[in-house]
Structure formats: C-alpha cells, structure tokens
T-cell receptor, first 112, second 116 residues
C-alpha cells in the first residue's frame, strides 16, 4: 500500500518557469490537500478538494492552481514561478473529517 | 479563524527524561480535533497522537500523552523516557469538524533535541 505519493522529490526552477507537482493516493480518500512549509514554519494550506471535480482555495492560494479529475490524483500547478514559492510542498489525504490526514514525503522546490 | 500557537521554538531533553511541549489555540467552536505531528529530518509528517475535544480523558500512545485543558485552550504533549529517535520538529494542529473540508491549522513547531 503506497499511501500518498508525491513526485518529484526535488526540483529547481528558474523564475517564470511553470511546473506541476504530482500527488496520488491509493486509499480511495475523498479529501485531498496541498500545503507549503517555509523554513522554520508550520504548514499552510494552499488548496484542497473534497472529491473529484471539487476544489477550493486555502490560506495561501495565490500563484497556484489545482485540478481533481479523479479521486486518486490531485496535481498542483505553478504557472509563473517566483522566488517566494521556494518551499517544501506536502500533499495529504483523508477519508473523512474524523480521521487523521496521511501525508506524502514532500517535494522540495527551489526557484532561482 | 482558528489559530495555533507553539511558544517554544526549541526544547532540549536528556535521554530517558521527560519533556513537555506546549500548544495553545484559539477557537469559538465547542467540538474539534487536536493533533501532534512529528517531523524528523527525513521531513515526513508522522501522526503522534490525537484528541477529540468532546472527550475529557487525555489521549495516550505508549510514551506519548497529552494534557488537554479545554477551558484554557491548551494542548501540551508529554514525552516520557525520551529516546534519541524522538529528536524532531513537533507540530500541534487543530481541525474543525464543521463543514466538509476537514482542514488542518498548524502551529509553527517546536524543535526537540535529545541529548545523551
């Protein structure tokens, strides 16, 4: 059972480039989330989804987009990378509101 | 909006000793969930323990226990018989049961060092 899988694990981007961070879960969870973690800080919610076809903004959504075409996948898109988006990105999922979230191993993204 | 405060950026404990990490939160809700997550250098987010606000009994998981003071909005984590493998960042998190999103709000974390 793979759980929550994030790819890539590391990436360096140039300013203005775009990329997609991939997240997949094999637990048939309806709820999925994207967080970012800046150095020395806690995680902040970027976007979330409560099911296929449904997404909503979290605390820090500017500069990002998401889609949820299937239950399993929840990709995060950066369109015009900026240095302020240098961070570690975590994807998480959960079955229901009274269950813990399962986290992926994170993607370390540097924008230079 | 809910906020979570961890006022101890760093803590240190000797192996086999006990340490308590503090967490306070602000909410107007009466029912909610609280969590402690551990993040070792591998940066995985590992659930340590959780507490449902409607339960008066403090949660316990082996060497980890909480002191949940609902009126004071306090949720501290006690680690007994500390081990070298306990060294990590520890994050306190709050989750509201209202709505359908099950979103987490995190504190800024406490870095725990374990010394010989």
């Amino acid at each position: 059972n793979a759980g929550v899988t994030q790819t890539p694990k590391f990436r360096i981007l140039k300013i203005g480039q775009s990329m997609t961070l991939q997240c997949a879960q094999d637990m048939n969870h309806n709820y999925m989330y994207w967080y970012r973690q800046d150095p020395g800080m806690g995680l902040k919610l970027i976007y979330y989804s409560v099911g296929a076809g449904i997404t909503d903004k979290g605390e820090v959504p500017n500069g990002y987009n998401v889609s949820r075409s299937t239950t399993e996948d929840f990709p995060l898109r950066l369109e015009l990378a900026a240095p302020s988006q240098t961070s570690v990105y975590f994807c998480a999922s959960t079955r229901s509101h009274n269950q813990p979230q399962h986290f992926g191993d994170g993607t370390r993204l540097s924008i230079l | 909006a809910q906020t979570v405060t961890q006022s101890q950026p760093e803590m240190s404990v000797q192996e086999a000793e006990t340490v308590t990490l503090s967490c306070t939160y602000d909410t107007s809700e009466s029912d909610y969930y609280l969590f402690w997550y551990k993040q070792p250098p591998s940066r995985q987010m590992i659930l340590v323990i959780r507490q449902e606000a409607y339960k008066q009994q403090n949660a316990t998981e082996n060497r980890f226990s909480v002191n949940f003071q609902k009126a004071a909005k306090s949720f501290s984590l006690k680690i007994s018989d500390s081990q070298l493998g306990d060294a990590a960042m520890y994050f306190c998190a709050y989750r509201s049961p209202t709505g359908t999103a099950s979103k987490l709000t995190f504190g800024t974390g406490t870095r725990l060092q374990v010394t010989l």
